[in-house]
């Protein structure tokens, strides 16, 4: 699956997502899932290579909080685009918990939504093989300006400036 | 408008506005054009058409205009005029949520008129969609002499705030939020998922007091109160964290359960404000504190009208009420006190007798463009109960006024009384309906059809919804009017008691249904039971809040019998 940069470039992915029967390779950029985390956290935080975390929907940012140093992704998972919670999510690891990685999000997103991802800290986003990427990266540029403050690079107060973004 | 021929009391677009809402209407283009060529499903579409205020109704598309705050200028609304008649029947319905609705739209055509909206500054934005959606307020903002804050200030600022939110644009539900600067509250902020009075301290600051978790539908909830004080600078960051809580914990396993309310209820409000606390604690302070520079910039952009320096006592409006007793009885039901000596503030009723409520001709629009260029500084707003106002009428003036709105059927003089009911569209229209709403407010008007009968019953709130969704807010009428099926048949539950003002309440079920042909019989039985129990200057609810539900149940079911 295509994999698209905040840039709306499509880039390489250097990570692979591990499903909770496959066992964990000693070396490689792996993403496992957040229970699978819980459970192993032990033997994955010795592993000497990358590793990133899946958020099911639901889970908080709080979830992975204490670990953030040691995760070098975190996916967040949109089981229907219509479930906005990793919206926050995104935002809140940012914001609230200063994390700093890559910000995935996979699942079922729509091209509309990804300025608004991006908006919220979110730093790549898995779209569909099918996926048409000149109307993902169109999205971007569709309404330039924005009345709140993007996530990234935020000093200025919350609100009531508005900003060209594109 | 450009501000040179933009009217006075309005929010002045600038450029990049105007920028922002062009591009909404390439963006929602774009989308049509995807959606035709299969690019998105109808399932992703549909939020995204929804978030452009357009419905798929029973009989064709329903498109939502925003009226932010419920505030448009004469060209504004000459607009909706001209689309009504090129692109609906000739007609617009003006809502309970302070907006138009045009019922009769066709799909292809709806990138042009949001279009032509948006040349004069209007849009469907967030009209629709589980999203922030268009702040609502009173309709005297600005003008009413109880005013302590102008609350079209913070509307607009909840508005920019809300507008596209990246963080809040995909919520479990519907988002709704109200605001009041006067003690009246006739904005119902407490049955809206956030409800916003706006106040000043003893040091003459303002903030607001927070109300959450109303609503109504099928499980009608009026607010709790959040805080009794948010100051001004806090107000953002404070609605940021309830929607945060609410877009982190709020269902979405089951639609009807998805509102706050129902967040509020099953968490309780102490846990559920214990958390918004917490998120409150995070990120107030100066990076979303709402900068005193800003609030002032958009006052400034609500430029008061150029009001004439007159006296309080005005000879010619006295005489005029005292030689034409039609005009003082229009005047003593359709007016309220204008902050400004020598003004009043003056209400259009769409609820003629017999009429569709909240429905308003292209012909009547234009004609009230008209008038508000003349009498009230180019300035009309939308009130919730889905009637105009001209908010800046002189009073010498306003006999001339009242002369020329009867010739346009707008001068029925029943504000508040029991034929402003306020309906739903109901099955004529809606796709969700057990049963029609338009009929019955039509019946009932019709049976109190005598404007003095109406007058000597008094203030009484009388709305209809075709279903339990409630967008006829039957719940918190002094009687509401609620559409079931029945074995497909379409029958009527009654309600007693509800009201929606600062004491609101939900009304109680006075018993089984009734079917259509007898429900202004039953209204008329229950308004004599009051009637026959009224002591000197009680309202109705005043009546029934004294002698209780049983002498209601008693005389509606021996009537109905
Ligand atoms: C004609 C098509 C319409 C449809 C399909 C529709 C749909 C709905 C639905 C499903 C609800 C229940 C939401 C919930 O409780 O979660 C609702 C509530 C509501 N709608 Fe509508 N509606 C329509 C027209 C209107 C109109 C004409 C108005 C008036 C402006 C309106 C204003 C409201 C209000 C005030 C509520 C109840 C208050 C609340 O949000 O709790 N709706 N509507
Ligand atoms: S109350 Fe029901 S019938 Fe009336 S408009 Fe709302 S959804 Fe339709």
Redesign the interface.
Request: charged letters at 25%.
């Given at each position: 699956m295509p994999l698209l940069r905040e840039t709306g470039e499509a880039v390489a992915d250097a990570w692979t997502i591990l499903p909770d029967d496959r066992p964990v390779p000693a070396g490689g950029a792996v993403v496992v899932s957040l229970k699978r985390w819980r459970e192993e956290r032990e033997t994955l935080a010795g592993r000497d290579a990358p590793l990133g975390v899946l958020l099911p929907s639901g889970a908080l940012a709080s979830d992975v909080a204490p670990d953030l140093q040691r995760l070098g992704l975190i996916a967040l998972d949109f089981p229907k685009f219509r479930d906005g919670r990793g919206f926050t999510v995104a935002r809140e690891l940012r914001e609230r918990f200063g994390y700093t990685g890559e910000i995935r999000a996979t699942g079922h997103v729509i091209a509309d939504q990804f300025p608004l991802l991006v908006r919220c800290g979110v730093s790549t986003v898995q779209v569909p093989d099918t996926a048409k990427l000149d109307q993902w990266q169109a999205a971007l540029g569709t309404l330039t300006i924005a009345y709140q403050k993007a996530v990234a690079g935020e000093e200025l107060p919350l609100s009531l400036r508005r900003f060209k973004v594109a | 408008m450009t501000s040179s021929t933009g009217p006075v009391g309005l929010y002045q677009y600038d450029a990049?506005?105007r920028?922002?809402v062009h591009?909404?209407v390439?963006?929602f283009r774009?989308?049509v054009e995807?959606r035709l060529a299969g690019?998105?499903t109808e399932d992703?579409f549909k939020?995204?058409r929804l978030m452009n205020g357009l419905y798929l109704q029973l009989h064709a598309y329903m498109l939502r205009i925003a009226v932010p705050y419920g505030v448009l200028s004469s060209t504004q609304m000459r607009r909706l005029a001209h689309i009504g008649r090129v692109h609906d029947k000739g007609y617009g319905h003006f809502t309970t949520r302070q907006n138009l609705q045009f019922n009769w739209i066709k799909l292809a055509e709806t990138p042009d008129i949001l279009g032509e909206l948006a040349d004069v500054n209007m849009h469907a934005i967030q009209t629709s969609g589980?999203c922030i959606r268009n702040v609502t307020t009173d309709q005297f903002c600005g003008a009413a002499a109880d005013e302590v804050i102008d609350p079209r200030v913070y509307a607009e600022?909840l508005r920019?705030?809300s507008?596209?939110?990246?963080?809040?644009?995909?919520?479990p539900r519907k988002f709704k939020i109200a605001i009041s600067g006067s003690p009246a509250d006739r904005a119902a902020v407490k049955v809206h998922d956030i409800g916003l009075l706006a106040k000043r301290n003893a040091e003459d600051e303002v903030g607001f007091e927070v109300w959450v978790g109303g609503g109504l539908g099928r499980s009608p909830f009026v607010a709790k109160k959040a805080r009794d004080w948010v100051p001004e600078a806090d107000g953002?960051?404070y609605l940021?964290a309830i929607l945060?809580v609410y877009?982190?914990f709020g269902r979405?396993d089951n639609m009807y359960k998805a509102r706050i309310k129902i967040l509020v209820h099953e968490l309780g409000i102490e846990k559920f404000l214990t958390h918004v606390d917490a998120e409150f604690a995070?990120?107030r302070g100066?990076?979303?504190?709402?900068?005193p520079e800003?609030v002032a910039a958009?006052q400034a952009r609500f430029a008061p009208p150029p009001l004439a320096d007159l006296p309080g006592h005005c000879p010619e409006f006295e005489a005029a009420k005292a030689s034409d007793p039609a005009f003082a009885r229009w005047v003593a039901t359709n007016t309220v006190a204008h902050k400004a000596p020598g003004y009043i503030c003056a209400t259009l009723s769409l609820k003629p007798i017999g009429g569709i409520p909240g429905d308003a001709t292209s012909e009547q629009m234009e004609a009230v463009a008209d008038l508000a260029d003349r009498y009230s500084f180019g300035e009309i707003r939308v009130a919730h109960e889905q009637n105009l106002v001209l908010a800046h009428v002189r009073k010498d003036a306003l006999h001339a006024l009242w002369t020329e709105l009867k010739a346009h059927d707008l001068a029925t003089p029943n504000i508040g009384l029991v034929s402003d009911i306020i309906a739903c569209p109901g099955l004529d229209y809606c796709a969700l309906a057990n049963a029609r709403a338009i009929p019955i407010a039509q019946g009932i008007s019709e049976r109190f059809a005598d404007l003095d009968r109406q007058l000597a019953i008094g203030d009484l709130s009388i709305n209809i919804s075709g279903c339990i969704n409630a967008c006829g807010h039957h719940h918190v009428a002094n009687i509401g009017i609620l559409g079931v099926d029945k074995k497909g048949v379409e029958f009527y539950q009654i309600t007693v008691g509800g009201n929606a003002g600062i004491d609101a309440a939900i009304g109680d079920i006075v018993g089984p249904a009734l079917p259509a042909e007898e429900v202004p019989a039953a209204i008329e039985a229950l308004v004599n039971v009051y009637l026959h129990y009224r002591k000197d200057g009680e309202r109705f609810i005043d009546t029934l809040g004294r002698i209780g539900i049983q002498p209601f149940k008693e005389t509606l079911y021996a009537a109905a019998a």
């Amino acid at each position: 699956m295509p994999l698209l940069r905040e840039t709306g470039e499509a880039v390489a992915d250097a990570w692979t997502i591990l499903p909770d029967d496959r066992p964990v390779p000693a070396g490689g950029a792996v993403v496992v899932s957040l229970k699978r985390w819980r459970e192993e956290r032990e033997t994955l935080a010795g592993r000497d290579a990358p590793l990133g975390v899946l958020l099911p929907s639901g889970a908080l940012a709080s979830d992975v909080a204490p670990d953030l140093q040691r995760l070098g992704l975190i996916a967040l998972d949109f089981p229907k685009f219509r479930d906005g919670r990793g919206f926050t999510v995104a935002r809140e690891l940012r914001e609230r918990f200063g994390y700093t990685g890559e910000i995935r999000a996979t699942g079922h997103v729509i091209a509309d939504q990804f300025p608004l991802l991006v908006r919220c800290g979110v730093s790549t986003v898995q779209v569909p093989d099918t996926a048409k990427l000149d109307q993902w990266q169109a999205a971007l540029g569709t309404l330039t300006i924005a009345y709140q403050k993007a996530v990234a690079g935020e000093e200025l107060p919350l609100s009531l400036r508005r900003f060209k973004v594109a | 408008m450009t501000s040179s021929t933009g009217p006075v009391g309005l929010y002045q677009y600038d450029a990049v506005d105007r920028e922002f809402v062009h591009e909404r209407v390439e963006q929602f283009r774009g989308q049509v054009e995807r959606r035709l060529a299969g690019d998105l499903t109808e399932d992703e579409f549909k939020p995204l058409r929804l978030m452009n205020g357009l419905y798929l109704q029973l009989h064709a598309y329903m498109l939502r205009i925003a009226v932010p705050y419920g505030v448009l200028s004469s060209t504004q609304m000459r607009r909706l005029a001209h689309i009504g008649r090129v692109h609906d029947k000739g007609y617009g319905h003006f809502t309970t949520r302070q907006n138009l609705q045009f019922n009769w739209i066709k799909l292809a055509e709806t990138p042009d008129i949001l279009g032509e909206l948006a040349d004069v500054n209007m849009h469907a934005i967030q009209t629709s969609g589980n999203c922030i959606r268009n702040v609502t307020t009173d309709q005297f903002c600005g003008a009413a002499a109880d005013e302590v804050i102008d609350p079209r200030v913070y509307a607009e600022i909840l508005r920019q705030w809300s507008t596209n939110h990246p963080e809040f644009s995909f919520l479990p539900r519907k988002f709704k939020i109200a605001i009041s600067g006067s003690p009246a509250d006739r904005a119902a902020v407490k049955v809206h998922d956030i409800g916003l009075l706006a106040k000043r301290n003893a040091e003459d600051e303002v903030g607001f007091e927070v109300w959450v978790g109303g609503g109504l539908g099928r499980s009608p909830f009026v607010a709790k109160k959040a805080r009794d004080w948010v100051p001004e600078a806090d107000g953002l960051a404070y609605l940021e964290a309830i929607l945060r809580v609410y877009n982190q914990f709020g269902r979405r396993d089951n639609m009807y359960k998805a509102r706050i309310k129902i967040l509020v209820h099953e968490l309780g409000i102490e846990k559920f404000l214990t958390h918004v606390d917490a998120e409150f604690a995070r990120i107030r302070g100066p990076k979303f504190a709402l900068d005193p520079e800003l609030v002032a910039a958009i006052q400034a952009r609500f430029a008061p009208p150029p009001l004439a320096d007159l006296p309080g006592h005005c000879p010619e409006f006295e005489a005029a009420k005292a030689s034409d007793p039609a005009f003082a009885r229009w005047v003593a039901t359709n007016t309220v006190a204008h902050k400004a000596p020598g003004y009043i503030c003056a209400t259009l009723s769409l609820k003629p007798i017999g009429g569709i409520p909240g429905d308003a001709t292209s012909e009547q629009m234009e004609a009230v463009a008209d008038l508000a260029d003349r009498y009230s500084f180019g300035e009309i707003r939308v009130a919730h109960e889905q009637n105009l106002v001209l908010a800046h009428v002189r009073k010498d003036a306003l006999h001339a006024l009242w002369t020329e709105l009867k010739a346009h059927d707008l001068a029925t003089p029943n504000i508040g009384l029991v034929s402003d009911i306020i309906a739903c569209p109901g099955l004529d229209y809606c796709a969700l309906a057990n049963a029609r709403a338009i009929p019955i407010a039509q019946g009932i008007s019709e049976r109190f059809a005598d404007l003095d009968r109406q007058l000597a019953i008094g203030d009484l709130s009388i709305n209809i919804s075709g279903c339990i969704n409630a967008c006829g807010h039957h719940h918190v009428a002094n009687i509401g009017i609620l559409g079931v099926d029945k074995k497909g048949v379409e029958f009527y539950q009654i309600t007693v008691g509800g009201n929606a003002g600062i004491d609101a309440a939900i009304g109680d079920i006075v018993g089984p249904a009734l079917p259509a042909e007898e429900v202004p019989a039953a209204i008329e039985a229950l308004v004599n039971v009051y009637l026959h129990y009224r002591k000197d200057g009680e309202r109705f609810i005043d009546t029934l809040g004294r002698i209780g539900i049983q002498p209601f149940k008693e005389t509606l079911y021996a009537a109905a019998a």
